[in-house]
């Protein structure tokens, strides 16, 4: 019989899922101007989770995926709570709302085929869209781009060697709006369910699979 892992090592493992997500998530923020550059890391938002967890005398014989959720949870929250303090501290406004107001730009924005294909084949080839090459974390290891690749349920990762195509998608990826974008985030870099992003984001899971079909049937048009 299998002794059940320490509190210890069931945090290090989530803390190795946790890191890409929080890292990319303030990436993002800095890129769209929410919080400026350089001023906050992943270290710190998951080290005062992780602290929280301590703090709060977590059960030592908790489940390991009742753990990962629930710091997963915390992180969002943290990083919803910066967020809103650097730059939506006019409004108090839920997740869901966001997201009902991010769908409706979606559909406005990739679904003009033509137009949207012009804007992108003209903005990749623009020089200031490739300096902000090396800003997005989204593509940063072989692990994440085969980790996108299995996403997208593309059979073949050619495009992974395809640097056009790598920036097409992360060109796609940085037009996605902030809540819609974590959607996303949650599932490849934290490798988390649908049904667990659910419980994360505190969302029906219509909602998030809406999300995860349209990036899904809209980046496949310009990969395949």
């Known amino acids: 019989m299998k002794r059940p892992k320490s509190l210890d090592k069931k945090v290090l493992s989530i803390i190795s899922l946790l890191h890409p997500y ?17 001023m906050y890391y992943s270290n ?9 967890i301590y ?3 977590t059960d030592k014989k908790i489940d390991i995926n009742q753990l990962k959720l629930m710091m997963f949870s915390m992180s969002n929250k943290r ?5 809103k303090n650097e730059e939506w501290h006019k409004n108090s406004i839920s997740t869901k709302v966001l997201l009902e107001e991010e769908l409706a730009l979606l ?35 072989d692990a994440i781009q085969f980790d996108i690749a299995d996403f997208l349920d593309l059979k073949d990762k050619l495009f992974l060697k395809d640097i056009g195509k790598q920036n097409l998608v992360l060109k796609m990826y940085g037009e996605l709006p902030l809540q819609s974008s974590n959607i996303v985030d949650l599932h490849v870099l ?13 969302l029906h899971i219509t909602e998030v699979e809406k999300v995860i079909t349209f990036v899904k049937d809209n980046f496949r048009k310009y990969l395949v």
């Open 22 to 38: 929080v890292k990319q998530r303030l990436r993002v923020a800095e890129n769209i101007g929410i919080i400026p550059r350089n």
């Open 44 to 52: 710190e938002i998951i080290d005062d989770v992780v602290l929280e």
């Open 55 to 57: 703090e709060n005398k």
């Open 79 to 83: 990083l919803f709570k910066l967020f």
């Open 107 to 141: 559909e406005e924005k990739f679904t003009i085929d033509s137009g949207f294909d012009l804007i992108m084949n003209e903005e990749l080839e623009d020089i200031s869209y490739h300096q902000h090459d090396g800003e997005s974390h989204f593509l940063e290891s």
């Open 190 to 202: 934290g490798k988390l369910k649908l049904d667990e992003i659910c419980k994360v984001l505190v």
